[in-house]
């Protein structure tokens, strides 16, 4: 009985180290620099003009309570605020996005938008990764 009394105590103990180890990671600032460095290739594009592009491929489909996993693409702000997964955008970070993995259909993620919907230029998946990289400000 001893023995089991110090093994809970050992685990309730590494738990918490555990706890702390992962609220100290998740406390870390992430970088949002208004401008990216390197490449050289990153325009400053408007908010409105993504919204314009997600108006017209994405709002079928992600608007309104039956927004598909409760991704509200009607604005930049609902695309900002994410899905029921969490965030879309990592300002600063567009491959990091998963937005912009939904817009490639890489890492696993439907390709966006699915057969059924108006595919985007690349020009419009460039101007969105653009604006992620340039920090994705909402206006
Ligand atoms: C024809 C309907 C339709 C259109 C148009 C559409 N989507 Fe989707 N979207 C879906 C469905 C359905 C899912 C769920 C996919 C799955 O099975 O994982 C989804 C999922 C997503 C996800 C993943 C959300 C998450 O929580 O992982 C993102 C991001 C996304 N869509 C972005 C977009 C963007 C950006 C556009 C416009 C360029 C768009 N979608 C257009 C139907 C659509």
Same mark, same amino acid.
């Given at each position: 009985?001893?023995?089991?009394?110090?093994? !809970?105590?050992?685990?309730?103990?590494?738990?918490?180290? %555990?706890?702390?180890?992962?609220?100290?990671?998740?406390? &870390?600032?992430?970088?949002?620099?208004?401008?990216?460095?390197?490449?050289?290739?990153?325009?400053? %594009?408007?908010?409105?003009? +993504? &919204?314009? +592009?997600?108006?017209? #491929?994405?709002?079928?489909? #992600?608007?309104?309570? &039956?927004? !598909?996993?409760? @991704? $509200? @693409?009607?604005?930049?702000?609902?695309?900002?605020?994410?899905?029921?997964?969490?965030?879309? %955008?990592?300002?600063?970070?567009?491959?990091? =996005? +998963? +937005? %912009? #993995?939904?817009? #490639?259909?890489?890492?696993?993620?439907?390709?966006?938008?699915?057969?059924?919907?108006?595919?985007?230029?690349?020009?419009?998946?460039?101007?969105? &990764?653009?604006?992620? $990289?340039?920090?994705? !400000?909402? =206006?």
């Amino acid at each position: 009985m001893a023995f089991m009394g110090k093994t !809970k105590g050992f685990v309730f103990l590494a738990s918490i180290a %555990v706890l702390a180890f992962a609220i100290g990671c998740g406390s &870390e600032e992430p970088e949002t620099g208004g401008t990216t460095t390197g490449g050289g290739a990153t325009q400053m %594009v408007a908010a409105k003009d +993504v &919204e314009d +592009v997600l108006l017209q #491929h994405c709002m079928p489909c #992600h608007a309104g309570a &039956e927004a !598909k996993e409760k @991704l $509200n @693409l009607e604005t930049v702000a609902g695309l900002l605020k994410g899905s029921e997964h969490g965030a879309m %955008v990592v300002p600063g970070d567009a491959a990091n =996005s +998963v +937005v %912009v #993995h939904a817009l #490639h259909g890489t890492n696993g993620k439907k390709k966006m938008p699915p057969a059924q919907g108006k595919p985007l230029t690349d020009a419009q998946i460039k101007l969105i &990764e653009d604006w992620i $990289n340039a920090g994705a !400000k909402p =206006s």
